[in-house]
Every structure is written in C-alpha cells, then in structure tokens.
C-alpha cells in the first residue's frame, strides 16, 4: 500500500538566524534522572517479555515523577537528610496466558530493580538504598490499548495518535551544547575533576557569530575540603571548556557556576552530584528532547520519548525514526543543507503507514526542490519500511532518546 509522503522546501536554517538558543540538561539533572529511570524500566520489561515470552508485550510507564529532597552540603562532606522521591508510573501486562496456564509478571520488582541499576549506573554518589526513595504505580493496561497491541498482523498497529520530529544535522551552537556536557560528564573527565557532578546544565546562546555558554555544575562537598579548592577545580574546569569551546568558529564567552557568591560563602555545593537532594525536582518528558539537546529555534515534538514501549508506540518510534531519516536526507541527498521529518500516527494503523510522513528541506544555493524531493521521499519511504529495526536500537540503546 502506497504510503502519504511530502517532500517541501523551507527557506530558512537554524544557523542562518542572528539569535540562537540551545540547551543540554546533563544526566544528573532531575529531569534527565526521571526519563533514564522511566527508559531503564520499559527496556527491563521488554527484555523480560522477550526472555520469557519470546515477544515484547504492552507497557508504557513513560509518566515519571522526582521529588527533590532535603540535604546539607558542606565543603568536606555532609548528608542527605531526606531522601529524594522517585515515582514512575504507566500501564504493562502483568498477567499472560502461556502454556495453558497464567503466568502473573513481577512488575514492580523489575521496574525498582531497573531504576536501582541505572542510578547506580550512572551517578558515582548517589547510593539507591540510602538517597533514593522508589515506588512503582505500574497497572495493567486498558483493554482497547491491549487489544490493539495484541492484533496478529504482520505490522504491529499504532497504539496513540501522536507526531514524532527529527531533524539535522546539528548546528555549530547546538554540537557545542552537547559536546561540553557530554566532556564534563565523561568517565576520563571525572577521573581527572571526581569534584564535579553529573548535574551539569549548559545554556548556549548566539547572537550572530559570538556564543555565551553559561554552564551549571553541581560539585561533590565531600571531595572538596574548602574554599580554596572549589575555586582551584573551577579554574581548572574553565580552561578544559574555553579549550574546547576554541576548537569552534564561534567568538565564545563562558560562564561558569555563575550562582556563586564567595562574598557569602556561597557555591554549588551538593552531596551527591545532583541538585535533586535539595534545589529542584523532575518530571519525565520536561528535559532534552529526542536527539540530547534543547532547541527552542527548531521544529520539534513534546512528546517524551522516554518509558514508552517500543514496538507501536509511535511517540517514541516516530520521534527516533524522524531523527535517523532527517540524518539520511542530509548525507545522502545531494544539496540539502537541514532537513526537518514530521510524521503523524492514527492509532489503529500500521506504524509503518502513518498519516503523513513530511520532510521540509533547506537547499543549498543552486538546488532545487524537484531536484531533492525524489530521493528525499525515497529515504521516508525506506525508513517506514524498516521502522521494526528501531525497536532493537532502541533496546540497545544505541538512539539517543533525552
């Protein structure tokens, strides 16, 4: 069956516009805590699904929620005095029929383990037994939503009607963005600074060609003995950035820990590397969007690709396909400078025969539409055909979701 693709040309690139702003939440922030805890529950229960059953069956635990708590963090340790609050809620299949018999699933113990494991994962200092407090609301899902799930067709069907957005490539501003949170959350980097914490936010804003990259790092107090040392780590940790930050044509201006007020004996100081212990909480879908970056400039969806299931939830698989087809437009369609994918799911439909699938494509001087389009459609057109792939990336963490 034909599907609906659109090919149309836009005449604007992010990168020609005087004002840019781009944002990175690092992996210790609250809000990328709560997406990681929601994505490590509905990869755990996949793979159960499949290790047992031999098919990935219905959840969506993509609704998150941390609540901060409460700590005292001085220079040379400290403690978290009320443990932070981590909730993930959603619908999975709990109970499946299986030779002959029904065979009840051990959802909260798999989705607490999940989370457990990521945070120790990912987060040096917070300890799940002692910082975190888990719970689970996971329920079985809504007959309608099973049952289409369920259907025995060749192509699962669309269980939302929902529109995913991907775009490339990734403009100087918003590389930069990424590539500064990812060096300061590197295992080399925190070998070489351990003071620095995971909760790191970078805020880029250019204004024709000059870029202010204002960066937010949550220092660890217990490898801080005083004062001297936490500006000593700065020093140090400004030279890593501006170093990085010369690599790119940009005339580049950094600020760092700009909250601090030595005068008053005020740094960003936390105990466990995250500002969810005491200064700011998270919920899942409020943090980077599908491709690790904040971009207000771009064309982009709301959805929050993170905890949904990734079969025929086509909030997440059509965010990750639009992003792997905007990325193909680009380095195999001649002339074509950004592309933008839109693709809008109906539930009840094959995923791989959406609404609409629409590339806007900004063209090099000399280019024309009908020159890119017929290649362009043929990329959209692949990448549905092949959208049952990205389940397995997706499980193998090989897309970038937040």
Known sequence: ????????????????????????????????????????????????????????????????????????????????????????????????????????????????????????????????????????????????????????????VANDTSVGVGFAPLSQTERTVLEIEKMLNSGKFKKKFPEVGEDVKVMGLRVKNKLT?????????????????????????????????????LEANLRLNSGDDPKRGSYYLTVTGTSAEQGDDGNTGRGNRVNGVISPMRQYSMEATAGKNPVNHTGKLFNAVAILAADRIVKEVKGVREAYVRILSRIGNPIDQPLIASAALVLAKGTSISQARPEALAVLDESLAEIRDVTNLILESKIVLF
């Open 213 to 249: 990259v204002t960066v937010a790092a949550a220092m660890v107090s217990g490898k801080i003995p005083d004062a001297s040392h936490y500006e000593s780590v700065m020093g140090d940790v400004r030279s890593e950035v501006e170093d990085l930050l010369a690599k790119g044509s």
């Open 1 to 156: 069956m034909p599907r609906n693709l659109h090919v149309e040309s836009i005449p604007q690139s992010v990168s020609d516009l005087e004002v840019e702003i781009v944002e990175r939440k690092g992996i210790g922030h609250p809000d990328s805590i709560i997406d990681g805890a929601c994505e490590a529950v509905s990869i755990a229960l996949s793979k159960y699904y499949l290790k047992n059953f031999g098919v990935i069956f219905h959840h969506n635990v993509d609704k998150g929620l941390l609540v901060g708590g409460t700590s005292n963090a001085v220079f040379g340790g400290g403690r978290v005095i009320d443990p932070i609050y981590i909730l993930v809620a959603g619908r999975a299949t709990d109970i499946v029929p299986f030779n002959g018999k029904e065979v009840r699933i051990p959802v909260e113990e798999i989705s607490k383990a999940a989370i457990a494991d990521y945070i120790k994962g990912t987060m040096r200092f917070l300890d799940p037994k002692k910082h975190l407090r888990l719970e689970t609301m996971i329920r079985q899902g809504s007959p309608d939503l099973i049952s289409v799930f369920l259907r025995k067709k060749q192509m699962p």
